[in-house]
């Protein structure tokens, strides 16, 4: 089968998630061409790559100019629906990336109604309940987690104990770091809360912060004192390994967010989470086993510290995670991606 991915994000190839940080969709794009490459098919990814370059079976080509194709048995545009128009297709497929009623407004909307059978492709029932349209070619496809995560071996958790931030800045990261000081780190002397952030790292770097975290970057500098540090977000490997030897993966989570990347893969790396019960993020967790979905912030912070300072808690949670939460591949997605063709 020809298949084809399209996406007009930023440039990144096969390449990119080995040697840099990478956004979640972006990576699970890369991830996914190479799982279907490896079932044999004929896979190209049209994005922003600087030139043509062929990693892993899979043909990166540049979406501007450069050899133009055919057409394909299979067609996925990532998240725009403009991009189903690149190349003619015998199906199409929308992989969504943002809340399903965003496809409803302006261009995307008028994208959509050209082409007339599309199948739109949800991470999950969270991010499906989103979408309140007409539900025909409405389907889900969990995305896998990297094989770096889930092949992770042996407890960590260092000492003294440390819990990791992933979500984005603007998802309530204010509100976890001031349940941070108000009531887990106090009862935890010594504990340290990293936050991963490219925005934030400029100020960890003495760069100017973006204004729209501005009041959170000073929020943090005040903190630092009970234990919380930025640092810049890391390629796979490196963050499987701040994964594994985290005690804790603190996680507000959000209604209108699509999958919890970064959560899953904590969670197959062996990380207990903590996350409240709302949107995707409750569902990369399994309650009371691979970490706590909590009702409120007393809950949120009394299992964030038990987690981080009890250690039958955090091993409990650790192998269960790790036994339970790594099980789906990318080429388990490939195998369902490859329905879509039918």
Known sequence: MNVIFVDDSFPFDGLTPRDEPMGGAQKA???LAE??????HEVTVLNRCAAAYDNRGVAWRPLEGGDRLDRA????????????????ASRHALWVTTPGQSLLRGEAAQALAQIREVRLVFMGAAHRATWREDDTNATVIVPGVADV?????GLGGYWPPRAMVTTHPRMDMDWLVSLWTRKIEPLIKGAELHIFSGSLAAGAQGRTVPEEVRDLWRQIEAAAGQGVRVRRPLPDHDMAEEFRHARAHLYPGGLGEPYAFTLAESQAAGTP???????????RIVDG?????TPDDEAFGNCAVLCLKEDIVYR????????????RSWDDAAAEFEALAV
């Open 29 to 31: 794009l890369v991830y």
């Open 35 to 40: 799982a279907m490459a490896a079932r044999g």
């Open 73 to 88: 048995d299979l067609l996925v545009a990532l998240r725009h629906p403009a991009l189903l128009e690149t190349v003619p």
């Open 149 to 153: 995560y889930r092949q992770t071996e």
């Open 273 to 283: 989470g903590v996350t409240r019960r709302q949107g995707a993020a409750a569902e």
């Open 289 to 293: 086993r691979s970490g706590f979905l």
């Open 316 to 327: 409990g949670r650790s192998k269960d995670a790790r036994t339970m939460q790594r099980g």
